[in-house]
Nanobody, 126 residues
Framework: QVQLVESGGGLVQAGGSLRLSCAAS????????MGWFRQAPGKDREFVAA????????HYADSVQGRFAISRDNARNTVYLQMNSLKPDDTAVYYC???????????????????WGQGTQVTVSS
């Protein structure tokens, strides 16, 4: 199994930026798609962004397209989520996830990801 640990969350004003990190241990994550999801109070967990392997293809939710950027450093077993122009609606707990099924399109549903981190809180004030 792989253990995922998120960091980088916090409180930021609207229009500000944060960079989330997700460090993986216990198993190399190089061949796998890595995703970010978020869950606001009273809402379902929703897809934010994902990055595939080996070409590093990416996919974003419409709500974050153009503002967020996902990247990965396979040497460091770490995936990042750069979040710019943050809005109060971006307030949520952000989760990192790993999809161990190779050779398929980037999955967008939470149930398709096998390992999850504990989450990191992002709060955007207006």
């Amino acid at each position: 199994q792989v253990q995922l640990v998120e960091s980088g969350g916090g409180l930021v004003q609207a229009g500000g930026s944060l960079r989330l990190s997700c460090a993986a241990s216990g198993r190399t994550f190089s061949p796998y798609t890595m995703g970010w999801f978020r869950q606001a109070p009273g809402k379902d967990r929703e897809f934010v962004a994902a990055i595939g392997w080996p070409r590093g293809s990416t996919h974003y939710a419409d709500s974050v397209q153009g503002r967020f950027a996902i990247s990965r450093d396979n040497a460091r077993n770490t995936v990042y989520l750069q979040m710019n122009s943050l809005k109060p609606d971006d307030t949520a707990v952000y989760y990192c996830a790993a999809d161990f099924v190779t050779g398929r399109p980037i999955p967008l549903a939470a149930y398709e990801y096998e390992s999850w981190g504990q989450g990191t809180q992002v709060t955007v004030s207006s």
